[in-house]
């Protein structure tokens, strides 16, 4: 099976975030950073990749995005800071 990724997005103020599910995490935020991902990533300028997990199938990552989808946006960022506390874009070190 393909790895596949959840991830969380912010913009440059770290005052958005963003849900998606990908199986191909650098195309995916690539594709966020170039202005290409979905309509409301774009239009909030949510391009910084602060946190991700790692997934063996899409059906295991689509099920922790609908379940982060329905946290409470303080859970996100305390999910967030307990992995990344500077809120560092982590898109760097993909490759």
């Known amino acids: ?15 958005m975030l963003y849900v998606g599910v990908t199986s191909d995490l650098y195309t995916r935020i690539m594709q966020h950073k170039n202005g290409e991902g979905s309509l409301f990533t774009k239009k909030y300028h949510l391009k910084y990749l602060l946190y991700f997990e790692e ?24 999910l967030i800071r ?10 760097e070190g993909l490759r």
Do not use: V
């Open 1 to 15: 099976m393909q790895k596949s990724y959840t991830y969380l997005l912010s913009n440059a103020t770290r005052t």
């Open 55 to 78: 997934f063996i199938s899409i059906n295991q990552a689509i099920s922790r995005e609908k379940q982060l989808k329905n946290w409470h946006k303080d859970w996100k960022w305390n």
């Open 82 to 91: 307990s992995l990344n506390p500077e809120l560092r874009d982590l898109f």
